[in-house]
């Protein structure tokens, strides 16, 4: 069994050692005796979206944004993306793509942006940055694991009828660090602000991704044996102690 | 001048309290300092010559090599040597190096300068020359964005437009800086590969600062630097007036390299390792050429100079050699990686990541770092140990990048970690944070013997 994985834009966006999240997914399914292969889609290349099983999209700066923009709409992919989103791939968008992904953005000072459209949120754009570490537990339909990373994020993100919270926050900003969400689910579409990258140190998470693209490439294909991951939950113990101050 | 003197009593009393408390403070005098008096820095500088680094990787190294060229020629020189280059710091050296009305002791001075304070620094100093090192992504979480880094550079530069400004014409974002302000501008740079297989990094400024296009390269030596062109508006790597023609050597203990600086050539010996050092030496090279001295005492100096405060700092624990190497960033951490992989010798590799504020509260970044890389020394390579407050981060990282389970260890006490580190038969090299730096030198420069950080 073999998962494809696209990395959309790592030239643009890859700010936060975001390429961790591929290797950790690359890893864990080659831990198993399943293989993956990833196919990086920069600015300028486009491909058949329907080859893939799942989607990854990192953060990146304001400087690549018009670039970026400019692209998704001559090349294709945002239409190319907005159709595998409502075909049930799975996309995991972190912080910047996160955002890229809902439907639009507004800066602080009121200038607009359309976005790609993919899921029903909208970012309005703050003075303030959201900033430091922080954990969210998912809601039951995404895992319910509880999740430690980091945020860095002033945009402050609203979703949408049909739009569901990735998870609670328990300690930190989220969404827009008023209403306690983080991160959006809609489909199979996940995204959240926790860049880190978030999934070494929350395996079940991870693991969750590959089970739900592996179930929708081939259904009934079974369940992913457990791994040995004492390191990642103390790498995730060690983090959640200190930021919920308990042991 | 009453609140002068007031000022610089009340620093170097502060300073002298910290220090009978053995504390090495060199923030705490300065704030002081400049509440009694704000525009203190720029009196106490007003008849000073100053030669002042900033960017975001090399500034301390290179400011030694600066430095040396001033004792060489036997000029009084202070120097910010703790690495305490923000405002507080750099005026409490200029209050110390200050009689109590304000008259410099010392005549010249060579600054390092964070490039987030540049703005507030050059606002007041008014130095002779000023040389930006190379514009890196940094610590996000406390710089923004790496177009901020260089904006506020370019803030603190438009306080000076007389100083001679010396900027790696590698670095597309320092480079630019020469469009955009009226100074009289040297360019240094690299025109040959540094490594022979560098590791695979993503690049900071993968495009065109002006238009946006991608840039096109001839050369990368590391990084985004080298030369670069932008195929749409023709921005590209300007000619060098200081540079590097050829790499002859490189050990574990320096380079010698060919440097060609305004057409006359020279063989220089670069006292310390890697080839982010030839970067460094090259732009001193320039900067003291452009402060009036001669290449000669130039080119004597980076090939004699002595740095320590863990830039390549050796100690030696029993019977084995252990190199300290402070990294702050993914572009340094990778040219760490780089020097490893060029040794033939064996060695033991300690990592310790803290998550302070000085060190960057984010440690994603440790994600952007090959450390893959360790996996092509093979036996060369006898463990890996880790230490810190993320060191559980650190070590998830490692075994995402292969390194094999019996070759990991985790200590998280110090006094542990540098007794596993005496145990060992082969040489030990020492990454850490800048915190977990301090920490660690101190324990390790008592088991040595060695001097506290301030002096």
Same mark, same amino acid.
């Given at each position: 069994?073999?998962?494809?994985?696209?990395?959309?834009?790592p030239?643009?966006?890859?700010?936060?050692?975001?390429?961790?999240?591929?290797?950790?997914?690359?890893?864990?399914? &080659?831990?198993? !005796?399943?293989s993956?292969?990833v196919? /990086?889609?920069?600015? @300028?290349? +486009?491909?058949?979206? #329907?080859?893939?099983?799942?989607?990854?999209?990192?953060?990146?700066q304001?400087?690549?944004q018009?670039?970026?923009?400019?692209d998704?709409?001559?090349?294709?992919?945002?239409?190319?993306?907005?159709?595998?989103?409502?075909?049930?791939?799975?996309?995991?968008?972190?912080?910047?793509?996160?955002?890229?992904?809902?439907?639009?953005y507004?800066?602080?000072d009121?200038?607009?942006?359309?976005?790609i459209?993919?899921?029903?949120v909208?970012?309005?754009?703050?003075?303030?940055?959201?900033?430091?570490?922080y954990?969210f537990r998912?809601a039951? &339909?995404?895992? !319910?694991?509880?999740?430690?990373?980091? /945020?860095?994020?002033s @945009?402050? +993100?609203?979703?949408? #009828?049909?739009?569901?919270p990735?998870?609670?926050?328990?300690?930190?900003?989220?969404?827009?660090g008023?209403d306690?969400?983080?991160?959006?689910?809609?489909n199979?579409?996940?995204?959240?602000y926790?860049?880190?990258?978030?999934?070494?140190?929350?395996?079940?998470?991870?693991?969750?991704?590959?089970?739900?693209?592996?179930?929708?490439?081939?259904?009934?294909?079974?369940?992913?044996?457990?791994?040995?991951?004492?390191?990642?939950?103390?790498?995730?113990?060690?983090?959640?102690?200190?930021?919920l101050?308990?042991? | 001048?009453?609140?002068?003197?007031?000022?610089?009593?009340?620093?170097?009393?502060?300073?002298?309290?910290?220090?009978?408390?053995?504390?090495?403070?060199?923030?705490l005098?300065?704030?002081?300092?400049?509440?009694?008096?704000?525009?203190?820095?720029?009196?106490?500088?007003?008849?000073?010559?100053?030669?002042l680094?900033?960017?975001t990787?090399?500034?301390?190294?290179?400011?030694?090599?600066l430095?040396?060229?001033?004792?060489?020629?036997?000029l009084?020189?202070?120097?910010?040597?703790?690495?305490?280059?923000?405002?507080?710091g750099?005026?409490?050296?200029?209050a110390?190096?200050?009689?109590?009305?304000?008259?410099?002791?010392?005549?010249y001075?060579?600054?390092?300068?964070?490039?987030?304070?540049?703005?507030?620094?050059?606002?007041?100093?008014?130095?002779?020359?000023?040389?930006?090192?190379?514009?890196?992504?940094?610590?996000?979480?406390?710089?923004?964005?790496?177009?901020?880094?260089?904006?506020s550079?370019?803030?603190?530069?438009?306080?000076?437009?007389?100083?001679?400004?010396?900027?790696?014409?590698?670095?597309?974002?320092t480079?630019?800086?020469q469009?955009r302000?009226?100074?009289?501008?040297?360019?240094?740079?690299?025109?040959v590969?540094?490594?022979?297989?560098?590791?695979?990094?993503?690049?900071?400024?993968?495009?065109?600062?002006?238009?946006?296009?991608?840039?096109?390269?001839?050369?990368?030596?590391y990084?985004?630097?080298?030369?670069?062109?932008?195929?749409k508006?023709?921005?590209?790597?300007?000619?060098?007036?200081?540079?590097?023609?050829?790499?002859?050597?490189?050990?574990a203990?320096?380079?010698?390299?060919?440097?060609?600086?305004?057409?006359?050539?020279a063989?220089?010996?670069?006292?310390?390792?890697?080839g982010?050092?030839?970067?460094?030496?090259?732009?001193a090279?320039?900067?003291?050429?452009?402060?009036?001295?001669?290449l000669d005492?130039?080119?004597?100096?980076?090939?004699?100079?002595?740095?320590?405060f863990?830039r390549?700092?050796?100690?030696?624990?029993?019977?084995?050699?252990?190199r300290?190497?402070?990294?702050?960033?993914?572009?340094?951490?990778?040219q760490?990686?780089?020097?490893?992989?060029?040794?033939?010798?064996?060695?033991?590799?300690?990592?310790?990541?803290?998550?302070?504020?000085?060190?960057?509260?984010?440690?994603?970044?440790?994600?952007?770092?090959?450390?893959?890389?360790?996996?092509e020394?093979?036996?060369?390579?006898?463990?890996?140990l880790?230490s810190?407050?993320?060191?559980w981060?650190?070590?998830l990282?490692?075994?995402?990048?292969?390194i094999?389970?019996?070759?990991?260890?985790?200590?998280?006490?110090?006094?542990?970690?540098?007794?596993?580190?005496?145990?060992q038969?082969?040489?030990?090299?020492?990454?850490?944070?800048?915190?977990?730096?301090?920490?660690?030198?101190?324990?390790?420069?008592?088991?040595?013997?060695?001097?506290?950080?301030?002096?």
């Amino acid at each position: 069994m073999e998962l494809r994985i696209c990395h959309l834009y790592p030239d643009v966006l890859n700010l936060y050692g975001d390429r961790g999240n591929i290797r950790c997914m690359v890893k864990r399914l &080659e831990w198993r !005796g399943l293989s993956a292969q990833v196919t /990086e889609l920069p600015i @300028g290349e +486009t491909a058949d979206f #329907s080859q893939f099983d799942l989607f990854f999209i990192g953060g990146g700066q304001d400087f690549e944004q018009g670039v970026l923009l400019d692209d998704l709409r001559r090349s294709g992919k945002a239409a190319s993306i907005r159709a595998a989103a409502a075909d049930g791939k799975v996309f995991l968008a972190i912080c910047g793509g996160y955002q890229m992904l809902g439907r639009s953005y507004t800066t602080w000072d009121g200038q607009g942006f359309d976005f790609i459209g993919a899921i029903d949120v909208h970012t309005q754009g703050g003075q303030q940055r959201m900033i430091g570490n922080y954990v969210f537990r998912c809601a039951d &339909e995404s895992g !319910g694991h509880e999740i430690v990373g980091f /945020e860095n994020h002033s @945009g402050k +993100t609203h979703l949408g #009828s049909g739009v569901h919270p990735l998870g609670q926050v328990i300690r930190g900003y989220g969404n827009n660090g008023e209403d306690g969400t983080e991160g959006a689910r809609w489909n199979n579409v996940f995204g959240t602000y926790s860049h880190g990258p978030v999934l070494p140190k929350n395996p079940g998470f991870c693991d969750m991704l590959l089970q739900t693209a592996l179930d929708r490439k081939a259904p009934g294909w079974g369940i992913l044996a457990p791994l040995e991951d004492t390191l990642e939950n103390t790498a995730h113990a060690n983090v959640a102690k200190f930021v919920l101050g308990t042991t | 001048m009453i609140r002068t003197v007031l000022a610089i009593s009340a620093c170097k009393l502060t300073r002298l309290a910290l220090r009978l408390l053995h504390r090495g403070g060199t923030a705490l005098p300065g704030k002081v300092a400049l509440r009694l008096c704000p525009d203190l820095l720029g009196r106490l500088g007003r008849d000073v010559q100053v030669l002042l680094v900033t960017g975001t990787n090399g500034k301390t190294t290179t400011a030694r090599m600066l430095e040396q060229a001033f004792a060489d020629a036997g000029l009084p020189c202070f120097a910010n040597r703790s690495g305490s280059n923000l405002i507080q710091g750099i005026t409490a050296e200029f209050a110390e190096n200050a009689t109590l009305t304000g008259r410099p002791k010392k005549k010249y001075a060579v600054i390092e300068c964070d490039e987030a304070a540049s703005k507030a620094v050059l606002g007041q100093l008014r130095p002779q020359v000023i040389l930006v090192t190379n514009v890196f992504r940094d610590q996000l979480d406390r710089y923004g964005e790496i177009t901020h880094t260089l904006e506020s550079i370019y803030q603190g530069l438009s306080h000076v437009p007389e100083a001679t400004l010396c900027l790696n014409a590698d670095c597309s974002l320092t480079a630019s800086l020469q469009r955009r302000l009226p100074n009289p501008v040297r360019f240094y740079g690299v025109n040959v590969p540094l490594y022979k297989d560098p590791v695979r990094e993503l690049s900071d400024a993968s495009h065109c600062l002006f238009c946006k296009t991608e840039y096109e390269y001839d050369l990368v030596t590391y990084g985004h630097l080298g030369s670069f062109r932008c195929p749409k508006c023709g921005y590209s790597r300007p000619l060098p007036q200081v540079a590097v023609t050829e790499v002859l050597e490189q050990t574990a203990d320096g380079s010698r390299v060919r440097m060609l600086c305004d057409g006359a050539e020279a063989l220089v010996h670069i006292n310390l390792p890697a080839g982010y050092n030839i970067y460094n030496a090259v732009g001193a090279v320039a900067a003291l050429t452009a402060m009036g001295f001669t290449l000669d005492a130039a080119v004597a100096a980076v090939g004699h100079f002595h740095c320590g405060f863990g830039r390549m700092e050796k100690f030696q624990l029993g019977s084995n050699p252990v190199r300290m190497i402070l990294v702050k960033n993914p572009a340094g951490c990778n040219q760490v990686l780089n020097f490893l992989s060029s040794l033939d010798s064996p060695a033991l590799f300690v990592i310790c990541l803290n998550d302070n504020y000085a060190d960057g509260t984010d440690v994603s970044w440790i994600y952007d770092v090959e450390f893959e890389k360790l996996l092509e020394l093979g036996d060369r390579l006898t463990g890996v140990l880790v230490s810190g407050k993320r060191c559980w981060d650190m070590a998830l990282r490692l075994k995402y990048a292969g390194i094999p389970k019996e070759k990991l260890q985790v200590i998280e006490d110090y006094d542990a970690l540098i007794q596993a580190m005496a145990r060992q038969s082969s040489p030990v090299i020492v990454m850490p944070t800048y915190t977990a730096m301090l920490d660690l030198r101190a324990k390790l420069s008592r088991v040595c013997g060695g001097k506290d950080f301030w002096e």
